[in-house]
């Protein structure tokens, strides 16, 4: 528990850490990562299909090997900016039959 104390303008606040003392294990799916549509993160990244990297179901198999490497408990997709337009039933069934949005983060600026 946290509690937060007003100090006077002359006291100097500290923070004291006692390593023994453990309140609780923390879950490690905390440490999660996400990918996202950002340059070929996605398209041409992870997901690549046809290429002579990828598995059987588009994915590439080098990619996937280097995630392993990086010990990371959980790559949530999507992630980041995407995430604010996405809706997860938008990802069911056939691709030709599902919904296209409108994202405005993903709009490129045009000078005037």
């Not at 528990?1 to 799916?29: A, G």
């Not at 280097?66 to 996405?86: E, H, Q, S």
């Not at 030709?96 to 983060?105: K, N, V």
Request: hydrophobic share 30%; aromatic share 12%.
């Amino acid at each position: 528990m946290t509690t937060f104390t007003k100090l006077s303008d002359h006291e100097t606040p500290i923070i004291s850490i006692h390593p023994s003392r453990r309140i609780s294990k923390i879950n490690p799916n905390i440490y999660a990562g996400f990918t996202e549509h950002m340059g070929r993160c996605i398209y041409g990244g992870i997901y690549d299909p046809g290429n002579p990297l990828s598995d059987e179901n588009g994915f590439r198999k080098d990619v996937l090997e280097a995630l392993k490497d990086l010990n990371i408990p959980v790559v949530r997709y999507p992630g980041g900016n995407f995430m604010a337009t996405y809706h997860w039933i938008d990802g069911i069934g056939p691709k030709d039959q599902r919904p296209a949005r409108y994202d405005p983060s993903f709009v490129q600026y045009q000078p005037e």
